[in-house]
């Protein structure tokens, strides 16, 4: 038995140590973000107000935030879905039952949303987190898999890892209403101001509000497995504690990994952190608008007509000025030594010129050319050219959608564990069938949970725990991709690739081939040509004689005796 109260006012006084050295380790990081997007909303919503250097930001131009929002809409075609493969043959069903569950989840959770605000953020300040945590509370009160947006101001973690995974501890601050906090932990009789509100909280102000702490560690088991703990305090009082608690033996979440994930843009070698678009293109917005406004204003200058007036001119400067007069009255002979237009010299346009290179060198170095966007300045007009060009010049932004692509994997990793853990009952869920109709499926956890194959020849406790790969697609493809395979497809019609007579020729060619669907087209294509000849398509097994799949459960048992067998061929040995 675990004894009680295994994390208490000391640990936690530890642990607010941690958090803070944390914090101080990470403020450089907080000071460049907070420095940036005051940049931002500078350009953005420009007002006649100074900055701290006393540089007045209006007029400004929208050339770095275009990039951003040429990136931004890239991402957003290639919003992510994942399909789940199995690594046995007896996990097929679930892997595809997975693949058709995954969605529903992730739009239950508002993904989309969620993910277009931290492709946000992440283009600004080159990374942003994720959140894969089970709630209880949804789903009236059942509990289903929640996928947040993780604000980086509020998550600190051990500085100088690369991996999130490999930190000692994280820490997860939050705000809370006193209230609420009181009513839902009738323990806590803490007040405002305690232990981490004067780090967090801004003084003087939110007197009602108390910082909530959520504290993960792992712990390392006897049987060599890690066990995540998790921890919630605010002040010096623990409001929940795995270790106090027997029934979380095992842990938090039985995966052992911190429910946290990082999507980095831009990486800096020896950080889990990154930099983004405004770090890049920042100096050159700057200098393209300090130009615009010197050459509005030297517009300005050269489009108002002024004059040299000498003060015994004797012209009435009332009527001068009014541009309704007709006759405006004077005394004495006015002329070019009384009254003379001041000119305003030509501008060279060299200036002209050299602002035009500051807007190319803005577009090269954030990789938002002009053809990217479907103009072009190089006389090219065929709409299949610029399409070309297009794809050629987005390899930039492939790369930086493959990485969204690397954090969405781990992200649903952990959306699966956590199903592997808590979708005990059954549950039903409308998915979208392979016509693209809407069917129902019912589903639950049962051939996912670890399974007993038995004990081996020296007595050690054999199990098998059901694992799937994870192959991350677009959900949504661009344009260009869509008219790319459908005019491939068109072709290989056009050449009798579907003709039944030449269906082991199609196979042969599909089999060198690599694009998306092509799996169901050669099926497809097997399936059609069998019932043309009469036959039935038959799964060819490594075995001699063909037999059919096994049940998980046989399958198991299966597994345990040939473990067991060879357990037994090595003690002889």
Same mark, same amino acid.
């Given at each position: 038995m675990r004894k009680k109260n295994v994390i208490g006012k000391a640990e936690i006084r530890c642990a607010m140590e941690e958090l803070l050295s944390f914090r101080r380790a990470q403020e450089g990081f907080l000071s460049?973000?907070?420095?940036?997007?005051?940049?931002?909303?500078?350009?953005?919503?420009?007002?006649?107000?100074? *900055?701290?250097?006393?540089?007045?930001?209006?007029?400004?131009?929208?050339?770095?935030?275009?990039?951003?929002?040429?990136?931004?809409?890239?991402?957003?075609?290639?919003?992510?879905?994942?399909?789940?493969?199995?690594?046995?043959?007896?996990?097929?069903?679930?892997?595809?039952?997975?693949?058709?569950?995954?969605?529903? +989840?992730?739009?239950?959770?508002?993904?989309e949303g969620a993910y277009s605000d931290n492709m946000w953020y992440k283009l600004k300040h080159g990374v942003c987190a994720w959140g894969v945590f089970w709630n209880p509370a949804l789903e009236n009160g059942v509990g289903d898999v929640d996928v947040r947006r993780v604000d980086l101001a509020n998550l600190f973690w051990q500085p100088g890892v690369r991996d999130l995974q490999d930190s000692r501890a994280i820490y997860y601050v939050q705000e809370c209403d006193i209230a609420a906090?009181?009513?839902?932990?009738?323990?806590? *009789?803490?007040?405002?101001? =305690?232990?981490?509100?004067? !780090?967090?909280?801004?003084?003087?102000?939110?007197?009602?509000?108390?910082?909530?702490?959520?504290?993960?560690?792992?712990?390392?088991?006897?049987?060599?497995?890690?066990?995540?703990?998790?921890?919630?305090?605010?002040?010096?009082?623990?409001?929940?504690?795995?270790?106090?608690?027997?029934?979380? =033996?095992?842990?938090? #979440?039985?995966?052992?990994?911190?429910?946290?994930?990082? /999507?980095?843009?831009?990486?800096?070698?020896?950080?889990?952190?990154?930099?983004?678009? +405004?770090?890049?293109?920042?100096?050159?917005?700057?200098?393209?608008?300090?130009? /615009?406004? *010197?050459?509005?204003?030297?517009?300005?200058?050269?489009?108002?007509?002024?004059?040299?007036?000498k003060r015994s001119t004797g012209i009435n400067e009332d009527e001068f000025l009014d541009l309704s007069r007709r006759i405006v009255s004077v005394e004495g002979d006015p002329d070019e030594e009384r009254l003379r237009q001041i000119d305003v010299s030509t501008l060279d346009p060299i200036w002209l010129d050299l602002k035009k290179d500051k807007i190319r060198e803005l577009k090269e170095t954030t990789a938002n050319r002009d053809v990217l966007q479907g103009s072009t300045d190089t006389g090219v007009t065929a709409a299949a050219a610029i399409a070309a060009l297009q794809e050629s010049g987005n390899k930039s932004m492939r790369d930086m959608i493959s990485a969204?692509?690397?954090?969405?994997?781990?992200?649903?990793?952990?959306?699966? =564990?956590?199903?592997?853990? !808590?979708?005990?009952?059954?549950?039903?869920f409308r998915?979208?069938?392979?016509?693209?109709?809407?069917?129902?499926?019912?589903?639950?956890?049962?051939?996912?949970?670890?399974?007993?194959?038995?004990?081996?020849?020296?007595?050690?406790?054999?199990?098998?725990?059901?694992? !799937? /790969? +994870? =192959?991350?697609?677009?959900?949504?493809?661009?344009?260009?991709?869509?008219?790319?395979? *459908?005019?491939?497809?068109?072709?290989? #019609?056009?050449?009798?690739?579907?003709?039944?007579?030449?269906?082991?020729?199609?196979?042969?060619?599909?089999?060198?081939?690599?694009?998306?669907?092509?799996?169901?087209l050669r099926a497809a294509i097997g399936k059609h040509d069998a019932l043309r000849v009469g036959t039935v398509p038959k799964r060819v097994t490594p075995t001699a004689q063909p037999t059919t799949p096994l049940s998980p459960g046989e399958h198991a048992k299966e597994r345990a005796r040939a473990v067991q067998e060879h357990a037994k061929e090595n003690a002889t040995v």
């Open positions: 460049r973000v907070r420095d940036e997007e005051e940049w931002y909303r500078l350009r953005v919503m420009p007002t006649p107000a100074q *900055n701290s250097n006393g540089e007045v930001f209006a007029p400004t131009s929208a050339w770095l935030f275009n990039a951003l929002m040429q990136k931004h809409a890239d991402l957003m075609e290639n919003l992510p879905t994942a399909v789940c493969l199995p690594r046995e043959e007896g996990d097929e069903a679930d892997a595809r039952a997975l693949s058709d569950i995954l969605p529903v +989840i992730l739009t239950r959770a508002g993904f906090l009181r009513a839902r932990f009738p323990q806590y *009789n803490g007040k405002s101001g =305690e232990g981490l509100d004067a !780090f967090f909280l801004p003084t003087g102000e939110n007197g009602d509000r108390v910082m909530v702490v959520d504290w993960y560690y792992k712990k390392h088991l006897p049987n060599g497995r890690t066990c995540l703990h998790y921890c919630k305090f605010a002040g010096d009082t623990v409001l929940f504690s795995t270790e106090n608690d027997v029934t979380y =033996e095992n842990g938090w #979440y039985l995966h052992g990994r911190y429910p946290f994930v990082l /999507d980095v843009l831009y990486p800096i070698e020896g950080s889990s952190l990154g930099f983004g678009v +405004i770090a890049v293109g920042r100096d050159p917005q700057a200098y393209i608008d300090r130009m /615009d406004r *010197n050459l509005l204003e030297y517009m300005d200058w050269a489009t108002r007509v002024r004059y040299f007036c969204s692509y690397r954090a969405f994997e781990s992200v649903v990793y952990l959306i699966i =564990e956590c199903i592997r853990q !808590f979708y005990g009952e059954a549950r039903c998915i979208l069938g392979t016509e693209g109709e809407h069917r129902y499926l019912t589903w639950s956890n049962t051939n996912m949970k670890e399974q007993s194959l038995g004990y081996s020849a020296t007595g050690l406790p054999l199990s098998r725990v059901p694992i !799937f /790969d +994870i =192959e991350v697609r677009a959900e949504k493809q661009d344009p260009y991709t869509r008219y790319s395979y *459908n005019e491939l497809l068109k072709a290989l #019609y056009s050449m009798g690739v579907f003709h039944p007579e030449n269906a082991e020729a199609a196979q042969i060619l599909l089999g060198a081939m690599s694009f998306p669907g092509v799996r169901e």
